[in-house]
């Protein structure tokens, strides 16, 4: 369970590293800046960032498993004497979401999101960025049930992950939330070898919702809703804002 965790986080903090040097070598290669303009920041501003971030991937997957009560489909169960290995699994499995939040957050909405503005208006580019994200996560899904509802879920966090950095002007928001949206969704929904560890978890009533389609389903709706609400509160900062753009495309020329 913790050498689980800990050798997950090993291995996407590297890959976040070697990305980090591959950007920085295809700059001296090329001569041309492709250091994303949003990247990891340990300013007062960007931990808050981060703790908001977490905070509110917490809420929200709260509010998944509560709408599967209030519908039926789902049930709270709390486990007390499970809450000493409940923390230490959170613990392990946070760390090594952390490593797995900062490579894809640093690839998808930093780096390649970034390339995409040099060529692209904004909404294109967190478009295909948010496809790359979501087809990506194809091998994860495959052998999951109902594996296009998960891609789609996924190009639509995708989405939301990219107005938001456009808006933040930061990855820490979408690190945090990235972070404790995959370790809530180990911890509290998925039917996993550590389910023993739990302290509280929302599980499924009946056969229908074995599969998680329920939950899926839920997910769908909030994510679509998040997403047309977002983009149209930023409107401003994805359609008419153009001096991003221009400067990153200037930056690059």
């Known amino acids: 369970m913790v050498v689980d965790g800990l050798v997950n986080a090993f291995i996407n903090i590297t890959l976040f590293i070697i990305v980090i040097m591959l950007v920085k070598k295809i700059e001296s290669i090329r ?3 492709y ?3 949003y990247w990891i920041s340990l300013k007062k501003h960007d931990i808050k960032l981060f703790v908001i971030g977490i905070i509110v991937a917490l809420l929200y997957k709260l509010a998944v498993g509560s ?3 209030i519908g039926g489909t789902m049930e709270l169960i709390v486990n007390g004497p499970g809450m000493a290995k409940f923390i230490i699994f959170t613990l392990a499995s946070s760390f090594g979401f952390l490593g797995v939040a900062l ?3 640093g690839l998808y909405r930093g780096y390649v999101m970034q390339v995409a503005f040099r060529k692209l208006p904004k909404v294109l580019a967190i478009v295909l960025q948010a496809l790359v994200f979501g087809l990506v996560h194809y091998s994860n899904y495959s052998k999951q049930p109902h594996t296009w509802i998960r891609i789609i879920d996924a190009i639509l966090i995708g989405v939301i992950f990219g107005v938001i950095v456009i808006k933040t002007k930061s990855l820490m928001f979408t690190v945090g939330t990235h972070l404790f949206y995959d370790a809530t969704e180990q911890m509290l929904f998925l039917d996993n070898p550590y389910k023993f560890t739990r302290f509280i978890c929302f599980q499924n009533t ?3 919702s074995s599969s998680l389609f329920y939950t899926e389903f839920i997910e769908l709706s909030m994510l679509s809703i998040l997403t047309v ?3 149209f509160l930023f409107r401003k ?3 008419y804002d153009k001096s991003f753009s221009t400067n990153l495309r200037s930056k690059g020329a």
């Open 31 to 33: 001569n041309k800046d």
């Open 35 to 37: 250091t994303p303009v």
């Open 67 to 69: 709408i599967g009560i």
């Open 103 to 105: 490579f894809e957050e």
């Open 206 to 208: 009946n056969y229908l």
């Open 229 to 231: 609400v977002l983009i």
């Open 237 to 239: 900062n994805l359609f």
